[in-house]
T-cell receptor, first 115, second 113 residues
């Protein structure tokens, strides 16, 4: 396994479904992130976890619920989403202290379509 | 909040040509990062710049940290088809926090064979 891996790569769900996105990083980093990428918009930071503790929530609706059980795994639980939530959801990791300069390493993304 | 401006939204060039992109901000940044996103993939870091005036190369790519600290440039020389993708500039929301980034909207580069 290399870098940051995300599953599933593609997900189609109805507005009443509950699903989860999974991210795993194999880089030994201590911080993980969820970003949302919509067409013609900048990447939007959603959540930040440092050492498994959530340190940032950028006014994300409660229908998105993150979970970080350890420094290598990050989940994004989805429920009662809206069609406008359709986007590419990118997970990233970084080393925020000590070695390295903190740059983000991204996964390949999970393409979500809400019907 | 801080915003990074990239334009135009799309660029079309012929294989073998050089291309230059810039990124501007109304705020000062202490770090500039350039990422490339291939179709269907996540962004990958190309070049990181940490000092005003710094010029850094990575193969055919060269990036510069503007001396005003409000802009940065990325140049690609002798373009090839695999240079196709979206090029994002990014900078930390707060000084020293290279992991909490603000991104530009990106420039989509197309290369005609």
């Amino acid at each position: 396994e290399t870098g940051v891996t995300q599953t599933p790569r593609h997900l189609v769900m109805g507005m009443t479904n509950k699903k989860s996105l999974k991210c795993e990083q194999h880089l030994g980093h201590n911080a993980m992130y969820w970003y949302k990428q919509s067409a013609k918009k900048p990447l939007e930071l959603m959540f930040v976890y440092n050492f498994k503790e959530q340190t940032e929530n950028n006014s994300v609706p409660s229908r998105f619920s993150p979970e970080c059980p350890n420094s290598s795994h990050l989940f994004l639980h989805l429920h009662t989403l809206q069609p406008e939530d359709s986007a590419l959801y990118l997970c990233a990791s970084s080393q925020v202290r000590g070695r390295g300069t903190g740059e983000l390493f991204f996964g390949e993304g999970s393409r979500l379509t809400v019907l | 909040g801080q915003q990074l401006n990239q334009s135009p939204q799309s660029m079309f060039i012929q294989e073998g040509e050089d291309v230059s992109m810039n990124c501007t901000s109304s705020s000062i940044f202490n770090t500039w990062l350039w990422y490339k996103q291939d179709p269907g993939e996540g962004p990958v870091l190309l070049i990181a710049l940490y000092k005003a005036g710094e010029l850094t190369s990575n193969g055919r790519l060269t990036a510069q940290f503007g001396i005003t600290r409000k802009d940065s440039f990325l140049n690609i020389s002798a373009s090839i088809p695999s240079d196709v993708g979206i090029y994002f500039c990014a900078g930390p929301k707060t000084p020293g926090a290279n992991s909490k980034l603000t991104f530009g909207k990106g420039i989509t580069l197309s290369v005609r064979p």
